[in-house]
């Protein structure tokens, strides 16, 4: 069993910033993967950032976002605390969401375990 406990959201003014944590703590794996989602009212969740870990390091070349968050969003990770952050910038209106952390197991593309999810609300 993996947990995940998300921390950091909150309200900020557009255009400011918030960074995201996710600690993961339980049975993590060596070559596995963690990835941010949100969800905003009335929409689908949809994936937001994606970090690998290979051999137990965390792999910050192997990176990848959403094209609405490109250039904005950074994902990073901290390999001693077994956390991975979401730096967010140049926030707007529209990264209003509840944003939820989790956790690919063996790099499959299918995330086994979420976190509870944390509110970030963007206003104007």
């Known amino acids: ?22 600690a993961a703590s339980g049975r993590t794996f060596s070559n596995s993967a963690m990835g941010w989602f949100r969800q905003a009212p009335g929409k689908e969740r949809e994936f937001v950032a994606r970090i690998t870990w290979s051999g137990g390091i965390l792999y910050s070349a192997s990176t990848w976002y959403a094209d609405s968050v490109k250039g904005r969003f950074t994902i990073s990770g901290d390999n001693a605390k077994n956390t991975v952050y979401l730096q967010m910038n140049s926030l707007k209106r529209e990264d209003t969401a509840v944003y939820y952390c989790a956790y690919d197991a063996a790099i499959s593309g299918q995330y086994d375990y979420w976190g509870q999810g944390t509110q970030v609300t963007v206003s104007s």
Request: glycine content about 22%; overall charge neutral; aromatic content about 0%.
């Open 1 to 22: 069993q993996v947990q995940l406990v998300e921390s950091g959201g909150g309200l900020v003014q557009a255009g400011g910033s918030l960074r995201l944590s996710c």
